[in-house]
């Protein structure tokens, strides 16, 4: 028996087989999967506030500093720099900056506590569990990595199209106009407005993808592993029957 199964035996002075430790031993993950989901939406709720008070501040130091310069220096700057100092800046430090640096913490904490009970219950099926894992995430992003790559020359191409439409339409706005090249600009220009969303939401995608791949491959390993072990004892018995 494993050191998880002898410990839940213990605690629930329960004699089980097989099965009904699997059975038991299902149910108590799943609880604490509904349970971990639960807590992480409070969690999150309080995040929300955490980063929109974060936010404030931010803004509050911009508002500060902008309304403390000098007359000159403060006309020096355009409505779009202000804007971007007190609106952008601020939210953009939150949501690309803050918040990812939080979720990289939390899932680090979470795995290392998996690692640790799973170490706990058996130390060697933890550790061909984590290298069947690690072989999988390698090979995975070797592939994942090239359509990466190539979706990221293509929003590159994209944007500098899109950045070349914009300086055409504000540049000659006025030639556009009296030539009646007005349709051809508009199609050209969402065109390439479409194909930079389009490839920025498949790197998105690529992204969110690997997660993906991390949470099979654990099912597929524990899935195996335990396919392993039910086939070793199957044979175990029949040879002690047979006394092979």
Same mark, same amino acid.
């Given at each position: ?9 213990? /605690? !629930?002075? @329960? ?5 009904? =430790? #699997?059975? $038991?031993?299902? +149910?108590?993950? *799943?609880? /604490? !999967?509904? @349970? ?5 939406? =409070? #969690?999150? $709720?309080?995040? +929300?506030?955490? *980063?929109?008070?974060?936010? @404030? ?8 500093? $902008? ?9 020096? @700057? ?167």
């Amino acid at each position: 028996n494993s050191r998880i199964e002898n410990l839940l035996k213990d /605690l !629930l002075n @329960l004699n089980l087989n097989q099965e009904q =430790f #699997i059975v $038991l031993l299902s +149910v108590i993950s *799943l609880s /604490l !999967l509904i @349970l971990k989901n639960t807590a992480s939406a =409070f #969690i999150n $709720l309080r995040f +929300v506030k955490l *980063l929109t008070d974060i936010e @404030l501040h931010l803004t509050r130091i911009m508002y500060g500093k $902008l309304t403390n310069l000098d007359i000159r220096t403060f006309y020096r @700057l355009t409505a779009a720099e202000q804007q971007v100092a007190l609106t952008t800046l601020p939210s953009r430090i939150t949501s690309s900056l803050i918040l990812p640096t939080i979720t990289l913490l939390s899932e680090i904490f979470s795995i290392i506590v998996l690692i640790s009970f799973a170490l706990y219950a058996s130390f060697f099926a933890t550790v061909t569990m984590l290298l069947c894992i690690s072989i999988i995430l390698v090979c995975s992003n070797k592939v994942l990595s090239k359509r990466s790559e190539k979706y990221g020359n293509h929003l590159l191409s994209s944007t500098l199209n899109l950045n070349n439409l914009n300086l055409q339409l504000y540049k000659g706005y006025r030639e556009t106009i009296i030539f009646n090249l007005r349709s051809k600009l508009d199609k050209s220009y969402f065109d390439a407005r479409k194909d930079n969303a389009l490839y920025g939401q498949k790197i998105q995608w690529l992204n969110s993808l690997f997660r993906y791949i991390f949470e099979v491959s654990i099912l597929i390993t524990a899935g195996l592993m335990s396919f392993i072990q039910r086939s070793e004892e199957h044979t175990s018995e029949l040879q002690s029957r047979f006394g092979i």
